[in-house]
């Protein structure tokens, strides 16, 4: 069995005094199972690719927003024109007086909710404090260090501010219509969505909202529904003792059998091979 690979310090950091820097993913391509000697933020701008954390697959598009411990295992997969950043901090480099751990789940091993997602006026929020801190994370000298921290602390809450649980419809009602969609979509997994009911509680044109939809995440409604659908079934059969049937009706297929048809389809294996070897794996 191959090593595990680690991402180190020094690979990204400019010194030992360094707390924050930024690492730009444009695109972020496949990348093969790893952990951290630092922890990171992971801010997705577009595209969609699949996220593998812990060993829960995530479909992943604009808005998504995870916090990685150093020890976490992650990875990417069937990535298209994904794009986001990176945030990399040492825990044990911060010297702000802040509480961080109310700001940023997860903060120094501890467990909390890794994945949330940003509206649009989130991520327009997030965005210059992102460049600004980019910019003085490439920088050696002691100011840009101390400035790079208090920019992060601002992004830290300023996240905070703006996250909201993935499949909480109520907390994107201010938000974008493609934040609605999306947010629609994650609480859609056990039941059944019908995008032109959608679009006429919204009143908006169902062409116009598909079109946006796919230029943003580079797949169409269904695709992505369906991949979140899989996604959760992955989790559900690796982690659960449900039966086949009961994984398909937790995941809004009525027929078992076009559910194992589908899963097949996208994963490459039946539902109870999928079961097998991931928990063989674990």
């Known amino acids: 069995m191959s090593a595990q690979l680690v ?9 030992d005094g360094q707390a924050v820097a930024v690492a730009d993913r444009y695109p972020q391509n496949v990348f093969a199972e790893h952990t951290h000697e630092f922890c990171e933020l992971v801010i997705v701008w577009r595209g969609n690719g699949l996220h593998v954390l812990n060993d829960r697959p995530y479909r992943i598009t604009r808005g998504d927003l995870f916090y990685i411990r150093a020890e976490d295992k992650h990875s990417y997969a069937s990535v298209n024109d994904l794009v986001l ?11 702000l007086n802040v509480d961080w751990a109310a700001a940023i789940p997860g903060f120094n091993g501890a467990h909390g909710a890794p ?15 992102i460049a600004q801190l980019e910019q003085e994370s490439q920088k050696a000298d ?6 790079a921290e208090l920019l992060f602390a601002q992004l830290a809450l300023t996240l905070k501010r703006y996250r909201y649980a993935i499949d909480n419809p109520s907390a994107s009602e201010q938000e974008a219509l493609l934040d609605k969609l999306i947010t629609t979509l994650a609480g859609s997994l056990n039941r059944s969505f019908v995008l032109e009911k959608f679009c006429e509680q919204e009143q ?10 796919r230029t943003q995440t580079g797949m169409t409604v269904n695709h992505y529904l369906r991949q979140l659908r899989i996604c959760h079934a992955q989790y559900l059969l690796q982690h659960t003792e449900l039966m086949v049937s009961e994984v398909a009706m937790h995941c809004g297929f009525e027929d078992s059998n076009y559910f194992s048809v589908v899963f097949n389809r996208e994963v490459g294996m039946t539902p109870v091979q999928w079961r097998h070897r991931s928990r063989k794996a674990a």
Not at 142 to 147: C, G, I, L
Not at 204 to 213: D, I, K, T, V
């Open 7 to 15: 991402l180190r310090k020094a690979d990204f950091f400019t010194g």
């Open 85 to 95: 950043q990176n945030v990399i901090y040492c825990p044990e480099r911060l010297k």
């Open 115 to 129: 994945h949330w997602r940003l509206g649009s006026s989130g991520m327009a929020q997030v965005r210059p404090v």
């Open 142 to 147: 002691p100011q840009a260090f101390d400035m």
């Open 204 to 213: 908006c044109s169902e062409r116009a909202l598909r079109q946006q939809f």
